[in-house]
């Protein structure tokens, strides 16, 4: 059975930083790139970042690029979402999910909240 | 805004049948294949329909996807109060870095 678990929200103050985890299981993590998609309260899924199974390829939506960093550890079937330079609009609840490019995404965690306040 | 349209909200009897729309452009819906996920209430989402029209094992066949053009449509028939939930397309957009587009989202309501 494939688990997902996410980690590491919480509350922090605009410009802050905070790092989240996501622990997998169930499936080889080694060969899947994996993804984060938040989704702020109240509203739609927005797709965050992904990176490749050796992280070769790492992207980010425009709206997190150049503060945010995605990262994993194949040893430790984990992955990572280092974000920094935080703001309120990144207040969402955070999900990891594996998926291949132009692939649906078929197992979702059930998500960290992040909430960006002073 | 997203990138993908859905109208906000539908609702419909129990045992009735609702359609959801999403709409896009040749970018995303035009030259991909079309997913649907369900959310329920305060839960992650859930795959419902991938490839446009395929079901994962265990999704009843009283949910449907269609695709044409630069659009699709989820169908769900013999609504149960069960259903209420959020429901999401998605896509990915050849516009775009590697990353997924979603529509709004549209709230299904089962009177």
């Known amino acids: 059975e494939v688990q997902l678990v996410e980690s590491g929200g919480g509350l922090v103050k605009p410009g802050g930083s905070l790092r989240l985890s996501c622990a997998a299981s169930?499936?080889?993590?080694?060969?899947?790139?994996m993804n984060w998609v938040r989704q702020a309260p109240g509203k739609g899924l927005e797709w965050v970042s992904s990176?490749?199974?050796?992280?070769?390829?790492?992207y980010y939506a425009d709206s997190v690029k150049g503060r945010f960093t995605i990262s994993r550890d194949n040893a430790k079937n984990s992955l990572y979402l280092q974000m920094n330079s935080l703001r309120a609009e990144d207040t969402a609840v955070y999900f990891c999910?594996?998926?291949?490019?132009?692939?649906?995404?078929?197992?979702w965690g059930q998500g960290t909240l992040v909430t960006v306040s002073s | 805004q997203s990138v993908l349209t859905q109208p906000p909200s539908v609702s419909a009897a129990p045992g009735q049948k609702v359609t959801i729309s999403c709409s896009g452009s040749s970018s995303n819906i035009g030259n991909n294949y079309v997913s649907w996920y369900q959310q329920l209430p305060g839960t992650a989402p859930k795959l419902l329909i991938y490839?446009?029209?395929k079901r994962p094992s265990g999704i009843p066949d009283r949910f449907s996807g269609s695709k044409s053009g630069t659009s699709a449509t989820l169908g769900i028939t013999g609504l149960q109060t069960g259903d209420e939930a959020d429901y999401y397309c998605?896509?990915?957009?050849?516009?775009?870095?590697?990353?997924?587009?979603f529509g709004g989202g549209t709230q299904l309501t089962v009177l």
């Open positions: 169930g499936f080889t993590f080694s060969r899947n790139s």
């Open positions: 990176i490749s199974s050796t992280s070769s390829y790492i």
């Open positions: 490839d446009n029209n």
């Open positions: 998605g896509t990915w957009d050849s516009s775009l870095s590697a990353g997924a587009v």
């Open positions: 999910a594996p998926r291949e490019p132009a692939t649906p995404f078929d197992y």
